[in-house]
């Protein structure tokens, strides 16, 4: 199959210099000779009757209907692409990559000065830090060293254990207010007739009076009294709020033992609480676990 001869058309887009016409090998020329090869071996396909290139083989190509100024043609084409466009176009990338290993080259060995860099920085850091760390361990063990002389001194060790032992005990302890104060009264038998109003009937292992002696009719020291357990103080403590609904006893109030700080504390919860009441009548407030609460409706 004969076609229209194109000596003219197949190199026209690439330009004189084989570059392209923006003078770079860059997009535009890529698709330059893109356009060129595809027409050629179009064109060739055609003229052979071939649907694949990859079948143009030497032995396909010697065909006697295809003249020598067709094949001259193509010929040209081939050999100006490999001059002006193939070679020139590795010889470019050959360079670029020689740049780019050197530069790479360069970069890593200002990398690795960095790196040195780095490192003896670091040293430096660390050397700083170890000094002042073996200067704050020396001093920390020397104010260790005087302190634990200081706090473990017989006289201190005594004193913390007579502490621990105080509060072990008050949380054994149960103060009761409001009970008339008699003489010659027995505050046990008094203690023991407020439990039984709430079916309580623990053993009683102390029980006294405290505060100053008062006088006049209306002396009501506290009492204060222990037991054998913290659970058993927590029972009485419970069941405490019907003493209010049994006559008789109505004015008596029971507590735990509690620290000057715990009853500065309670003091001030009370207050509140007595305020609350006061600007709101219609609700329900109380003390919570150290917090005034109010009922739900």
């Known amino acids: 199959m004969a076609v229209q001869y194109r000596a003219s058309k197949y190199l026209e887009g690439i330009g004189d210099t084989g570059i392209g016409t923006d003078n770079h090998f860059g997009e535009v020329n890529l698709q330059e000779v893109q356009k060129v090869c595809n027409t050629m071996v179009s064109d060739i396909c055609r003229v052979y009757g071939c649907d694949d290139p990859e079948k143009l083989v030497p032995e396909a190509l010697i065909k006697n209907n295809v003249v020598k100024a067709q094949m001259a043609e193509w010929l040209f084409t081939a050999i100006d692409l490999l001059n002006h466009c193939c070679l020139p176009l590795m010889s470019s990338a050959r360079k670029t990559i020689e740049n780019l290993q050197e530069e790479k080259i360069c970069d890593q060995g200002t990398v690795i000065e960095l790196q040195k860099k780095l490192i003896s920085k670091k040293d430096e850091e660390l050397g700083l830090v170890s000094q002042t760390v073996q200067k704050e361990l020396k001093t920390y063990s020397s104010a260790l060293q005087q302190s634990c002389s200081t706090a473990l001194s017989p006289k201190n060790i005594a004193s913390?254990?007579?502490?621990?032992?105080?509060?072990?005990?008050?949380?054994?302890?149960?103060?009761?207010?409001?009970?008339?104060?008699?003489?010659?009264?027995?505050?046990?038998?008094?203690?023991?007739?407020?439990?039984?109003q709430l079916d309580e009937k623990p053993r009683i292992t102390g029980c006294r009076r405290i505060g100053q002696c008062a006088t006049g009719e209306s002396k009501k020291r506290p009492i204060i009294f222990s037991v054998k357990s913290t659970d058993i103080v927590y029972q009485i403590l419970r069941k405490s709020k019907r003493l209010k609904d049994i006559e008789g006893y109505k004015t008596v109030y029971i507590s735990p033992n509690r620290t000057q700080e715990e009853r500065i504390s309670r003091q001030k919860l009370v207050n509140e609480l007595k305020a609350k009441r006061l600007s709101d009548p219609s609700g329900r407030y109380f003390i919570r676990k150290g917090e005034i609460v109010k009922a739900d409706n």
Do not use: H, P, Y
């Open 160 to 196: 913390a254990v007579k502490t621990i032992t105080k509060e072990e005990d008050r949380t054994k302890e149960v103060v009761v207010f409001g009970v008339e104060e008699e003489t010659d009264e027995c505050v046990t038998t008094k203690v023991s007739s407020i439990l039984e």
